[in-house]
């Protein structure tokens, strides 16, 4: 299996080098975290804003983003602490992500300047049917949440530990032992248990409850961890130290592996639910033919900036880029408010049909990235934005194919309607180190708690993530179920750069409405003259292409009447997205913010606060 050991020797040469100044300080970290782990969990208050030097992390939760800000602060660097508070998040936001899942990982390396990019999306089995969604009673797809989630048919094989090991090999210092330690120690002492978890987990009681090994660890007594309430995982804790200890190869080629593929193969059923739960395809050869990839980022200037991210099969770097190209031929900040988010919800819609028409795993199909990112094809799509109204939904998508008229003669183009089916969950977390070096990792089991199958005894929830397959087989579809393809992403890890330097580190969950959170948070940083702060905090609406825009109450409240002016209609929502981001002074001052309510609220840190 490969894992970028290879290409990572030099790095890891220079790793150890450095490592062994930090024998001390990894041992004192030991004893620390150990300590705690014996310590009584307590509520941690969440800050969402936090200034200083020194380093930063900024995730959804107050548990991750400290173990993170610890390793920084001992000696690690963006990608130790990057993998530290990854696992983390595997054990106090166990329904978005952990080693049952995948993700996308994006480093920025100080001393070379160079960026490098980590594909650990999850794989489809190679025995996977192209019916494999399609319920047999009714020819008709099983519907999403909760019949077809909840399925060994929709497990595919986990990139998120190979993620891990690989990103360490090529920039840590730690090694996946010493990253996962932290983890391992908090699973042990447990976490207070908050009103968000408690909720996530009644939302997929009934799923839950028809899996013994779920329903066993989430479900004590038959009912979801009681607000206030210590939840521990033991199971995970051991997962985690027996993978630091014995490596990957353990999980894809060992008792892990078989493991997981039994527990695919027949989910332990309770019997207590109609749910049909389905059995899946996955193989100890799919598990250990796994590897993760390292695809080139993806690259666009948007008003002097340069902003870098994930090409494909992630959709993000593609489709934010598209949507600031077709933006950039307008100065918003002169506009309205209303007359600037007309344009975005027009150019979004666009940049969403070109998503539909061409993104894939490129392994399969053919992605024009070049094109699709380039002011040729921007200058073109721009042809059918109409400033004072808005176009009947969906619109064509373009046609990427190098010719280009931007005198806005008739392009035509072809309407690709298929329905959304990524769910809303996932996580991201963002990391600048003391040498400024910078890491956007984002990472999921999809749904907000995966396939609900966890493998019994190990404490972890697999993924549901082929799901994000177009449901129904269309072979002109880049998205159609394929044996070893992996599906299609809109996770947006993403760096945007001023003058060559790391300037914002950025990403979000929401499934497709990664895409635009990620894009509005820009445009309200770049375009509307909003710090920070405010720019995350924004109410957020999503165009995707759809006849109604989705949107949270406050935006409502604030534009809609003036955007249905234009023709816009909308849907509720009542949140979008969870940001997770980083900005970096002229003077390498950092300020990491996190939501301030959202699914619950983020936290930030800084290594040193400002005084």
Not at 456 to 462: K, S, T
Not at 526 to 555: Q, Y
Request: charged share 20%.
């Amino acid at each position: 299996m490969s894992t970028g050991v290879t290409r990572s020797a030099r790095h890891r040469a220079l790793a150890c080098l450095a490592a062994v100044g930090m024998t001390a300080s990894l041992a004192t970290f030991t004893q620390s975290t150990a300590a705690a782990a014996v310590a009584q969990p307590r509520p941690v208050e969440k800050t969402p804003i936090a200034v200083g030097s020194g380093g930063a992390v900024s995730s959804v939760d107050p548990e991750a983003t400290a173990i993170g800000l610890e390793v920084l602060r001992r000696g690690g660097n963006a990608t130790d602490a990057a993998v530290a508070t990854a696992a983390a998040l595997g054990v106090t936001e166990p329904y978005s992500a952990g080693v049952g899942g995948g993700g996308f990982f994006v480093h920025y390396d100080a001393r070379t300047g160079e960026v490098g990019t980590i594909d650990g999306r999850e794989t489809a089995p190679e025995a996977m049917p192209r019916d494999a969604f399609i319920d047999p009673a009714t020819g008709e797809p099983y519907p999403l949440f909760p019949e077809m989630v909840t399925s060994g048919a929709a497990v595919g094989v986990p990139g998120t530990p190979a993620t891990w090991d690989a990103a360490l090999r090529e920039w840590g210092t730690y090694s996946l032992s010493e990253a996962l330690r932290p983890a391992t120690h908090l699973a042990r002492r447990g976490f207070v248990v908050d009103e968000e978890f408690r909720k996530q987990t009644l939302d997929n009681a009934e799923r839950f409850s028809a899996i013994t090994s779920t329903a066993d660890l989430f479900l004590p007594d038959g009912d979801a961890p009681e607000v206030g309430s210590v939840f521990r995982n033991h199971d995970l804790a051991r997962t985690y130290a027996e993978l630091g200890r014995r490596g990957v190869d353990w999980f894809y080629t060992g008792p892990v592996a078989d493991e997981i593929v039994e527990t695919v193969q027949a989910p332990p059923l309770s019997g207590r639910t109609d749910l049909p739960v389905p059995e899946g395809h996955m193989t100890a050869e799919d598990m250990a033919a796994y590897e993760v990839l390292w695809p080139e980022p993806t690259r666009h200037d948007y008003r002097g900036y340069e902003v870098v991210g994930m090409g494909p099969p992630s959709s993000g770097g593609t489709t934010v880029g598209e949507t600031l190209n077709i933006l950039e031929r307008f100065d918003l900040a002169s506009m309205g408010q209303e007359k600037a988010l007309h344009h975005y919800f027009e150019a979004s819609a666009l940049a969403y049909a070109d998503r539909a028409r061409y993104l894939g795993d490129e392994s399969f199909v053919d992605v024009p990235t070049e094109e699709l990112l380039s002011d040729g094809f921007a200058a073109e799509r721009v042809c059918e934005l109409d400033p004072t109204a808005a176009a009947p939904k969906p619109v064509a998508a373009g046609s990427a194919d190098g010719d280009y008229d931007p005198s806005c003669a008739d392009t035509g183009g072809t309407v690709v309607d298929r329905p959304d089916t990524e769910g809303p969950s996932t996580t991201h977390l963002s990391v600048v180190d003391r040498w400024g070096n910078v890491v956007s990792y984002t990472l999921t089991i999809e749904q907000t708690g995966g396939s609900g199958i966890t493998v019994p005894g190990r404490g972890f929830l697999l993924n549901n993530e082929l799901t994000d397959f177009s449901h129904v087989y269309d072979p002109a579809d880049p998205n159609r179920i394929e044996g070893g393809k992996r599906p299609r992403s809109s996770m947006t890890p993403t760096i945007v750069f001023d003058d060559g330097k790391p300037w914002l580190v950025l990403g979000s969950p929401g499934g497709s409405t990664i895409i635009t959170t990620v894009s509005q948070t820009l445009l309200n940083r770049i375009d509307f003259g909003m710090d920070l702060p405010t720019a995350l905090a924004a109410p957020r609406a999503t165009p995707r292409n759809t006849a109604t825009v989705s949107a949270e109450p406050a935006f409502r409240e604030a534009y809609g009447s003036a955007l249905s002016g234009y023709g816009h209609e909308f849907s509720s929502s009542s949140e979008i997205g969870a940001m997770a981001a980083i900005e970096v002074s002229p003077d390498g001052t950092l300020q990491a913010v996190a939501e301030p309510e959202r699914r619950g609220g983020g936290h930030a840190g800084v290594v040193r606060p400002a005084r």
